[in-house]
């Protein structure tokens, strides 16, 4: 199989639905889980007593490696790669004011998925970006750059509910049940390959509000 034919990985901002394509997939990735547990000290005793303290959130560590410079080579004007392409995942760093948090009220980043094909998606939030560049045009252009990019899990994904995507509804269409986090657009892509699809998503259920879906609740898919 050819590197051109192997879905490209996303992140996507599951509060807007926005994505950031990744121009190369990643060569490899490391998941980590760690648990605590806590001591107890016996008298006497060659080992002491372990009491579960609970789990820590699993996370995701990769490279993610972006080039602009194949533009210059076949004859173009090769792109700053940070306004091509690493600016829109250091963005997924910075504060949005318009995303409220909970407890405090005050803006917060982005929750984001991080999606590989159908195979499998991690819901995240990003805690570190490293940026390196590495290759630079004569005025100084980054060209090519390596992103060190960290995950660290918001849910519990034993506790969700499951998604049936493909159980049968009315007229042979799919339905697709909402879990926390799911937005049209990322459904969308999961149904159709196509976020911009998510508006035959919307009319087909009649839904009025878009940008927030309700945990539970049933959609219809529409056959595409």
């Not at 490391?30 to 806590?38: A, G, V």
């Not at 949005?96 to 929750?111: Q, T, V």
């Not at 998925?113 to 980054?142: E, M």
Request: charged letters at 25%; glycine letters at 8%.
């Amino acid at each position: 199989m050819s590197n051109s034919s192997l879905v490209k990985a996303v992140i996507i901002n599951l509060d807007t639905s926005e994505q950031v394509e990744c121009l190369f997939n990643p060569k490899e990735y490391t998941f980590k889980k760690d648990n605590k547990w806590e001591e107890k000290k016996v008298s006497g005793g060659n080992v002491p007593q372990l009491t579960f303290g609970g789990g820590q959130p699993a996370t995701l560590d990769m490279e993610l490696f972006f080039d602009t410079y194949a533009e210059a080579r076949s004859g173009g004007e090769a792109r700053d790669v940070r306004k091509a392409y690493t600016d829109a995942v250091w963005k997924l760093m910075i504060v949005d004011e318009k995303l409220k948090d909970k407890k405090n009220k005050k803006g917060r980043p982005p929750m984001v998925r991080f999606q590989w094909g159908s195979a499998w998606s991690f819901n995240a939030v990003l805690t570190s970006v490293s940026q390196k560049f590495t290759l630079f045009l004569p005025n100084g252009t980054p060209v090519r750059a390596t992103l060190t990019v960290a995950f660290q899990q918001v849910k519990d994904e034993a506790n969700l509910a499951p998604q049936n995507p493909t159980s049968g509804g009315t007229g042979g269409e799919r339905v697709w049940t909402v879990v926390e986090g799911d937005t049209l657009g990322w459904i969308a892509h999961r149904e159709y390959g196509e976020t911009r699809l998510w508006r035959r998503i919307a009319d087909a259920n009649r839904l009025g509000t878009v940008r927030r879906l309700t945990p539970g609740a049933v959609l219809v898919i529409p056959n595409g």
